[in-house]
């Protein structure tokens, strides 16, 4: 007895073998160069779209870093006149992670926009885990604020300025939601 194809084998048109037709291109896209192997001409024309791929990536890539740096350099200039309007202090020439590190200011400001909504915190502490506990303050009291979760930042992307961004982007989060505030008093 003939053994039965299996249920997944391809047929096999009238007067061509399977070498044949393995021979013939699948897509009209994908031509063989001369003396090339269909399969060849497939892997070619998969190497020539990834290739297009990446260099449309690398090409957004760069318009989304271009855009980002934009956001930061104006966010950066929005926050840090919001901060100094606040707090009364000038950050000068002072990075904003050092402005900020002990947590102080972050602390007065939550208390000023929220009324003892920090009861206590340590004022301008030189050890850094107490430093870094005025940062989980702060933090909290934004959250308690009305801040959602992917508007905050943790602790060491502000104390080891390891994500100034996400700072960046909690205090611009925290001063439109002040304004905010203060348009409707």
């Not at 990536?57 to 870093?65: H, N, Q, V």
């Not at 602790?155 to 960046?168: H, I, P, R, S, Y």
Request: glycine residues 4%.
């Amino acid at each position: 007895a003939a053994a039965a194809a299996p249920a997944d084998a391809a047929p096999v048109a009238k007067g061509k073998s399977k070498p044949e037709l393995i021979r013939q291109p699948v897509s009209s896209s994908v031509k063989p160069l001369e003396g090339e192997k269909t399969a060849d001409a497939f892997v070619r024309k998969a190497t020539e779209d990834l290739a297009g791929l990446r260099n449309d990536k690398s090409a957004m890539a760069a318009k989304i870093t271009e855009s980002s740096k934009a956001w930061a350099e104006s966010t950066y200039s929005e926050v840090q006149t919001w901060l100094e309007q606040e707090s009364g202090e000038k950050l000068a020439n002072r990075e904003l992670d050092d402005f900020l590190r002990d947590g102080t200011l972050l602390c007065n400001i939550m208390n000023k926009l929220s009324p003892n909504i920090i009861p206590k915190f340590h004022d301008h502490p030189r050890l850094a885990f107490r430093q870094m506990e005025n940062i989980g303050f702060f933090l909290k009291a934004c959250k308690d604020y009305g801040l959602a979760d992917h508007e905050l930042f943790i602790t060491v992307d502000l104390f080891e300025a390891g994500n100034m961004k996400q700072v960046l982007t909690c205090l611009f989060a925290l001063r439109q939601r002040a304004m905010g505030a203060k348009a409707k008093k």
